[in-house]
C-alpha cells in the first residue's frame, strides 16, 4: 500500500528493522567467519577477518563427522518420513476437510490433542518397546515415529488446500461416475501439489534439523543423522572450534539453500494454520 | 471406504503415540529400570517427586521460561510487524533474515552461540573481557545458566512470531488503518485501538501454544547445558530423559512426564475451544 | 470547512499514468461528485486528497494550504469508506467517538459530543451494540458519526451507499444530502452511480481513464453535454449515439445513415457536408408518429411508469422512453419522430460535441 508516511516513520522503522535482522544474522555470520579461521585467530578475535581461509577446516569436519555416512543417512530419513507423511497426510487431510466421515471432528480434535502431546509422554515405552523389537538404530521404524509426530500438523495445513478445491469439481466427477479413490488421485492431488510441496518442504526440514529422537533411536555410527553426529563430535573433550563452525555451516547449509529459493513456499507452511483470518 | 484413507494415519498415530501414552501412565505407578519386570508401587513415584527439590526447580525453571517466552517473543514480534506493516517496502527482504535462525537447527545454534558468543576463550564475550567489561560465560554460573539458554532460544523464535503477527496484521482490512490515520492516530494508538484487537484471535493462539511449547522445550537446555551447573538450567523434559535413560527410573521419568502433560492438556483445552469458537 | 483546490495533479504507478492533469477547485460547503467508470482514478484522485496515496505532480490545497506533504491527520478531512471501516471490537459509541478517543478529549465532552451525532443520525438506541448486531443502513449511519463528530474542513466519501440495497440506498441518499445541508462543510463524493451523482450534486465531475471529461452543474451535463463519453454515461437511459453523415444537399441540413434512412439534424454553421458525426438523441425527446421515420420494434421493457422500446432503425439500435402504454409487439413496425431541437450533434473523430 501507498501510505504516506512521514520521512521520519519509515527511518526510524527501516533503522529497527535493520537492527533487528543484525540481531538475527550476526551469530551466523560469526559462524560462517569464523569457519575458516585457525583456534589461535579465532580465540585472538573472532570478530577479525581470516588472514588466509583454513579451507581445512571444512575437510576436517566432514572427516570428523563422517559426514559422508550421516548426510546420507538424515537424507534416508528426510525421503522416508516426507513420503510417509504426505502419503498418509493427503488422504486424511481430504477425508476432514470434507467431512467424509461422521465422526471429522472427533478424528481432528485427536490430532489436533496430539499435536501438543509432549514427546515425552511417549518416548520411553516407545523406545523400550522398540528395543525390544530390535528397532534401534533402524531409519525406517525412525520415519514411522515422526511421520506419526508431524502428521496432524501437516493434515492441519493440507486440509486448508483441500478445502480451496471448489466442491463442485468433486460433484461432477462422481456424477460422471468416479469412485472415491479415483476423486482423491485424479481431481485433488493435481490441484493441492503446491500444498504438498509447501508440506514436503517443513515437514524435510524438521526432520533433518531434529534432535531427540535421532540421539535416542538412532545411536549407532552406521545410522546416526548429520545432527546427532555434529553433536557428538562438538561434545568432544578438546575444541576446535573453528572446525565445528565448518561442521555447522555443512550442517545447515542444504536447509538454507533450500530456505532462500523456496522462501514464499517456507513461509506458507510457517505461518500457514497459525493465523485466523 | 473412507475410513480406509484415514486408516495408515490413525494407525500410526495410535501405535506411537497413545498406546505408549497409556503405558507412561500405567509405568508412572510402577518401579522399572526398563530391563526387568516392573513393581507396582502406587503413587510413590509422585510422592518422591513432590520431595524432589530438583524437581520443584525445574518446574521453576519451565515457569520462567513460560513467562520469558509469553512476553519477549510476543512484544518483539508485533513491533517488528507492525513497523513491516508500515514501510511495506523490503518486508519479504526482512522476514527472510529473520526466519533464518528459526530454520536452523537447535543443536547447529546452540553450539555456534556457545563457541563464538558465550566462550570464555574464544567468543565475543571474551573480547569484550579484554576491553574492560566484565563478562563471563552465562552458562558457567548457577544464577544465569537457565537465562544464558533462554536468549539462544529467544534469538532463535521471535523471528517466527515476527511473521505470524505480520501474516496476521496484512489481513487487518486496509480501510480501518485508513480511517485510523485519518482521524489521526499516532503508532501506539493505532497498535492499541486497531492492530492489536484486529489480530486478537492470533494474539492469542499464539499465547496458549507458547504455554504448551514452553513446557515441551528440550534441545537448547540439553544441548548447552545439560541441565546444569548444578540443576540450576534443569526443566522438566530434561530432567524426565535423565531419569529415564542415565538413571534408569522409568517410573520416575513417567511420573514427570505426566505433569508435563497436565499443563499441556489444561492449554490445549483453550486451544481447541478457540479452535471451535472459529466456527468452522 | 474549507475549499479544496486540486492543480494539475498527476498519478503515476512506475510508467502506469492512472491521473493525467487533474484540476478542479471545489468551493468552501460544496457537494461536489466524482463520477465514472469503474478504473477511471476516482478512488484514487480521493485518496491523495484525505493522504493515503502520494501525489506524482501538481499541487492540493484544503483552505489555504498546500497539504501535498502532509500526513492525512494534518489534512483535517474525515472519509467515509465503501465497506465502512468500522472497527469490530468497539462499540457503536466508541466507533463514532473514535478520534475523541485518539485525541484524549474528556468523557463528559465526548459522551455529549457522541450523543449529539447519535442524536443527528438516529442512533440513540444503538450506542451499545457491536458493528455485526447492526443492518448494513445503520453501519452505514454508525460510518457517518465517525466522520462527522470531528466537524472536519471536508468530507470525502468513497462509494459509501454501494453496499446497500436500491431502496436504502435512495433513502440514505436524502439523508445524507440533508445533512449536507445541516453542516454545510465542504463534500467530495465518489460514485459510479450517475442517478446518485445526479441526485446530490452541486456539481458534478466526469472523468473517464484518467482525466476529467467535463465539469458542471448536473443539468448543464446532461443537457450540453461537452462530448459524446459524457453524454453516454450521464442519463438513463442512456443517449442513443447513431453513426452518420452530413448531409446539406437539402433544403434542413440532415444527418444521412449508410442504409439511406436521414434524420433531421439542428441549424447548426460548424457543419459541413458529408463529416463524420454522431448523431445524439436522448430515449424521451422521441415520440411515435404517423408521419415519423420507419423502424422495427425488437424489444418492450415496461417500467412501470414509462416503457422503453427498442427499435432498430437504419441498422443501429435506438431506444425511446415513453409514457404511454402501447400496444405493440417485437417484429412490428413503428414511426418515430425526434425532436430537432435537442440533438446533440458530436464529430466522429474527436468526439466533442459540435
Ligand atoms: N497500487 C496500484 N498499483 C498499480 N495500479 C493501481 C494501484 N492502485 C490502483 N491502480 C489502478 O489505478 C486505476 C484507478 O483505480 P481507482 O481505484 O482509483 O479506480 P476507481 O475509479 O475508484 O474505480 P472503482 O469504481 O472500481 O472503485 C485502476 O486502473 C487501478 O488498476
Ligand atoms: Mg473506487
Not at chain 2, 500410526?12 to 508401587?41: K, M, Q
Request: glycine share 6%; proline share 5%; aromatic share 12%.
Amino acid at each position: 500500500m501507498n501510505m504516506l508516511e512521514s520521512r521520519n516513520t519509515v527511518i526510524l522503522s527501516y533503522f529497527i528493522l535493520g537492527f533487528a535482522a543484525f540481531t538475527a544474522l550476526f551469530p551466523l555470520a560469526l559462524m560462517l567467519l569464523n569457519s575458516l579461521k585457525t583456534v589461535p585467530e579465532i580465540i585472538a578475535s573472532p570478530l577479525a577477518p581470516p588472514e588466509q581461509l583454513v579451507w581445512e577446516n571444512y575437510a576436517n569436519a566432514w572427516k570428523h563427522s563422517k559426514f559422508s555416512r550421516t548426510f546420507m543417512n538424515s537424507a534416508v530419513l528426510v525421503f522416508l518420513t516426507t513420503a510417509l507423511v504426505l502419503s498418509t497426510g493427503s488422504l486424511t487431510a481430504y477425508v476432514l476437510a470434507r467431512k467424509k466421515i461422521k465422526t471429522w471432528a472427533l478424528v481432528t480434535a485427536y490430532l489436533l490433542a496430539t499435536t501438543t502431546a509432549p514427546i515425552q509422554l511417549f518416548l520411553f515405552p516407545l523406545y523400550f518397546g522398540f528395543a525390544h523389537l530390535g528397532l534401534i538404530n533402524n531409519i525406517f521404524a525412525v520415519s514411522v515415529v515422526y511421520c506419526a509426530i508431524y502428521s496432524p500438523f501437516s493434515i492441519m495445513l493440507l486440509r486448508t488446500y483441500f478445502l480451496a478445491v471448489p466442491k463442485e469439481l468433486e460433484e461432477a466427477a462422481l456424477v460422471d461416475g468416479a469412485t472415491p479413490w479415483q476423486v482423491f488421485s485424479k481431481v485433488y492431488l493435481p490441484l493441492v501439489w503446491p500444498g504438498m510441496l509447501t508440506v514436503a518442504l517443513i515437514i524435510g526440514m524438521y526432520t533433518w534439523n531434529e534432535f531427540l529422537i535421532a540421539t535416542t533411536f538412532l545411536q549407532n555410527q552406521e545410522s546416526r543423522t548429520a545432527i546427532v553426529s555434529y553433536f557428538l563430535l562438538s561434545g568432544q573433550y578438546e575444541t576446535n572450534w573453528g572446525e565445528l563452525m565448518a561442521g555447522a555451516v555443512l550442517v545447515v547449509m542444504p536447509i538454507i539453500i533450500l530456505f532462500i529459493f523456496l522462501q514464499k513456499k517456507f513461509i506458507d507452511g510457517i505461518t500457514g494454520g497459525s493465523v485466523k483470518g | 471406504m473412507y475410513r480406509l484413507f484415514i486408516l495408515p494415519t490413525m494407525i500410526i498415530n495410535i501405535a506411537v503415540i497413545s498406546i505408549p501414552a497409556i503405558l507412561t501412565i500405567i509405568l508412572a505407578f510402577y518401579r522399572w529400570d526398563g530391563i526387568s519386570d516392573p513393581v507396582f508401587i502406587g503413587l510413590e513415584n509422585f510422592e518422591r517427586l513432590w520431595n524432589d527439590r530438583i524437581f520443584w526447580k525445574a518446574l521453576r525453571n519451565n515457569l520462567i521460561w513460560t513467562a520469558l517466552f509469553l512476553t519477549f517473543p510476543i512484544i518483539i514480534g508485533l513491533v517488528v510487524a507492525s513497523l513491516l506493516l508500515t514501510v511495506r517496502r523490503g518486508s519479504t527482504f526482512f522476514q527472510i533474515i529473520y526466519l533464518f535462525p528459526l530454520v536452523i537447527s537447535a543443536v547447529i545454534s546452540a553450539r555456534v552461540w556457545q563457541g563464538m558468543i558465550y566462550n570464555p576463550q574464544s567468543g565475543i564475550v571474551a573480547l569484550l573481557e579484554r576491553y574492560g567489561l566484565d563478562l563471563y560465560d552465562p552458562l558457567s554460573r548457577t544464577a544465569t545458566a537457565l537465562y544464558g539458554v533462554a536468549v539462544v532460544d529467544l534469538w532463535h523464535w521471535w523471528g517466527f512470531m515476527a511473521v505470524i503477527f505480520f501474516a496476521a496484521l496484512r489481513q487487518v482490512p486496509q480501510e480501518q488503518i485508513e480511517a485510523a490515520r485519518l482521524e489521526g492516530a499516532t503508532y501506539f494508538q493505532m497498535m492499541r485501538w486497531v492492530l492489536i484487537p484486529g489480530i486478537m484471535p492470533t494474539i492469542t493462539l499464539m499465547m496458549i501454544m507458547t504455554v504448551i511449547w514452553s513446557f515441551l522445550v528440550f534441545d537448547f537446555v540439553y544441548v548447552m547445558t545439560q541441565g546444569g551447573p548444578a540443576s540450576s538450567s534443569e526443566v522438566l523434559s530434561t530432567m524426565a530423559y535423565r531419569r529415564a535413560f542415565y538413571e534408569l527410573k522409568v517410573g520416575n521419568a513417567a511420573a514427570i512426564a505426566i505433569v508435563i502433560s497436565l499443563f499441556g492438556l489444561v492449554a490445549t483445552f483453550f486451544y481447541l475451544r478457540l479452535q471451535r469458537g472459529e466456527g468452522e | 470547512m474549507a475549499r479544496v483546490e486540486i492543480e494539475n495533479i498527476d498519478k503515476n504507478y512506475g510508467a502506469v499514468k492512472i491521473l493525467k492533469d487533474i484540476s478542479i477547485s471545489v468551493k468552501d460547503g460544496e457537494f461536489l461528485v466524482l463520477v465514472g467508470p469503474s478504473g477511471c482514478g476516482k478512488s484514487t484522485l480521493l485518496r491523495m486528497i484525505a493522504g493515503l496515496e502520494n501525489i506524482s505532480a501538481g499541487e492540493i490545497y484544503i483552505g489555504d494550504r498546500v497539504v501535498n506533504n502532509l500526513p492525512p491527520k494534518e489534512r483535517d478531512v474525515s472519509m467515509v469508506f465503501q465497506n465502512y471501516a468500522l472497527y469490530p471490537h468497539l462499540t457503536v459509541a466508541e466507533n463514532i467517538g473514535f478520534s475523541l478517543i485518539l485525541a484524549g478529549t474528556p468523557k463528559a465532552e465526548k459522551e455529549r459530543l457522541v450523543h449529539d451525532a447519535a442524536d443527528v443520525l438516529g442512533l440513540s438506541d444503538l450506542l451499545e451494540r457491536k458493528p455485526k448486531n447492526l443492518s448494513g443502513g445503520q453501519r452505514q449511519r454508525v460510518a457517518m458519526g465517525r466522520a462527522i463528530i470531528r466537524r472536519p474542513k471536508a468530507f470525502l466519501f468513497d462509494e459509501p451507499l454501494s453496499n446497500l440495497d436500491a431502496k436504502l440506498r435512495v433513502a440514505m441518499r436524502a439523508e445524507i444530502k440533508s445533512l449536507h445541508e445541516r453542516f454545510k462543510t465542504t463534500a467530495i463524493y465518489v460514485t459510479h452511480d450517475q442517478v446518485e451523482a445526479m441526485t446530490m450534486a452541486d456539481r458534478i465531475v466526469v472523468m473517464n481513464e484518467g482525466r476529467i471529461e467535463q465539469i458542471g452543474h448536473p443539468l448543464e451535463l446532461y443537457d450540453k453535454p461537452v462530448n459524446a463519453f459524457v453524454a453516454g454515461f450521464i442519463g438513463t437511459p442512456s443517449m442513443n449515439l447513431l453513426e452518420a453523415k452530413v448531409d446539406l444537399s437539402g433544403k434542413y441540413p440532415m444527418a444521412l445513415f449508410e442504409t439511406g434512412e436521414k434524420l433531421p439534424l439542428p441549424v447548426k454553421a460548424n457543419l459541413k457536408d458529408g463529416n463524420d458525426i454522431i448523431y445524439g438523441l436522448r430515449p424521451e425527446y422521441c415520440k411515435i408518429s404517423k408521419t415519423g421515420h420507419m423502424s422495427k420494434v425488437e424489444a418492450i421493457e415496461p417500467m412501470g411508469s414509462e416503457t422503453h422500446l427498442i427499435l432498430r432503425f437504419a441498422a443501429q439500435r435506438v431506444v425511446m422512453a415513453i409514457h404511454d402504454r402501447l400496444n405493440v409487439s417485437p417484429g412490428e413496425n413503428l414511426t418515430f419522430e425526434p425532436n430537432v431541437e435537442k440533438v446533440v450533434i458530436f464529430d466522429k473523430k474527436s468526439g466533442h460535441a459540435l
